[in-house]
């Protein structure tokens, strides 16, 4: 019985995290897409491929410092606004990639698979090097 209630002892933290960091993606895919020129997963039911990865390596860099951030927070607060961060550096991403590639923003429109791996690559590295940026 002692087993079971240690168990449980840490589910309201885990759904209270886990419940955020939800919202929080929730809401950095729809942001993402409106601060981009063109909608990824408007481009993606399209079957565009080179939308895809684009959203995806945006995605994942956006979660790998935010699961870094639920790891370390010293609360619900602190985490979120790691995760305010965590889509600075993915906007910031994109800029980048904007700025190696100068005709990125139409390339990812007209499906060039190539310009989506490469923010995909520069997001997940952004989202790795923010992560292990953050000290606790």
């Known amino acids: 019985m002692d087993r079971l209630q240690a168990l449980f002892s840490g589910s309201s933290a885990f759904a209270l995290y886990f419940g ?3 919202v929080l993606l929730v809401a950095f895919v729809g942001l993402y897409n409106l601060l981009t020129p ?3 997963m ?3 039911r ?3 491929r080179s939308a895809a990865p684009a959203l995806g390596g945006a995605i994942v860099g956006f979660v790998i410092p ?4 639920i790891e370390q927070s010293s609360s619900l607060v602190d985490m979120i606004v790691w ?3 965590a889509f600075v550096a993915q906007v910031a991403a994109y800029g980048a990639g904007a700025l190696l590639v100068p005709h990125f923003r139409r390339t990812i ?3 060039h698979l190539a310009s989506g791996i490469l923010l995909a690559a520069l997001s997940v590295a952004i989202g790795i090097l923010n992560a292990a940026s953050m000290t606790s």
């Open 66 to 69: 935010v699961g870094k951030a």
């Open 83 to 85: 995760a305010a961060i």
């Open 42 to 44: 408007a481009l993606i």
């Open 20 to 22: 955020a960091a939800l």
């Open 109 to 111: 429109g007209e499906d």
């Open 46 to 48: 399209e079957g565009n």
């Open 38 to 40: 063109y909608s990824e």
